[in-house]
């Protein structure tokens, strides 16, 4: 059966088409848009009505495609900054009501929940043991600790994304050491006291770990995060954007994608996998009969 996804993002909205069949996703096409739902919220928290009638006509012209596809089924969720801002419900009655989509906002464990059924699910093997998992969005980041396929045992949400930490921390481009040592100050003070357990594995999925293949590889282990933290405070978002072939928006938010991993790492006490497969993922395997 061929199901859909649009998942409204911090940073982004995107669209996942896949064949659906048991405990297996074929995709037949991915896009995304940089909608920056944050950047478009008001003093007061809630999103601009500018920013949800850009987010409306979006989400429609996905869902268009979708249907043109031949998607049977078409899900929506929506994460971390139409949950905490004051009139998330507003977006997703906005969605409804020009586009005719459902859309779940998801709670934190919800989101941790699916992004490792996404990721443990697309793996090419079978963990050893417990496997972690971290998804970094664009208002907030999870961890989780579980067994594969579907069984997830610990996980936290905290509310430190790529988004939000580029878009406090992270202002020249290149972003300077001094600006990078406050980013990794911060998500060390919001990671502060947190005990995880340890995984036999770990895997990374969101925009900025899928982005980090083209620039650091498969695995995310200490010598590519040297190595990609040198690259990314020498060179310009316009120069690595266009040696990498990846939009200058995904560039700008990767440093502070790549704090945030690397404490994830750290946490772990393992090197990240990047995950084929996430929140998106997860909601098409979870609807699988």
Known sequence: MRRACIDIGSNTTRLLVAECEGDHLLEVHQERAFTRISRGLLEDGAISQEKIDEVVEVVAGQLRLARELGSEDIYGVATAAIRRAGNGAELVAAIRRHCGLGVRILSGEQEARLAFVGAARTLDHVPAGALGVVDVGGASSELVIGTA???????????????????????????????????????????????????????????????????????????????????????????????FALDRERVRLLPAGLII?????????????????????????????
């Open 149 to 243: 396929p579907d069984q997830m045992s610990w996980c936290t949400s905290f509310g430190v994304g790529s988004g939000d930490l580029a878009d406090r921390f992270l202002a020249s481009d290149p972003p300077t050491s001094d600006e990078l040592a406050a980013a990794r100050a911060h998500v060390s003070q919001a990671l502060a006291g947190v005990e995880v357990p340890q995984p036999a594995e770990a895997v990374a999925v969101g925009g900025s770990a899928t982005s980090l293949r083209r620039l650091a590889g498969p695995i995310l282990d200490s010598a590519a995060f040297e190595r990609t933290f040198r690259l990314l405070a020498t060179a310009g978002t316009t120069a690595v954007a266009r040696r």
């Open 261 to 289: 991993l690397q404490a994830a790492s750290e946490l772990f006490g393992a090197a990240l996998q990047v995950g084929h497969g996430g929140i998106r993922e997860g909601v098409l395997l979870d609807a699988s009969p």
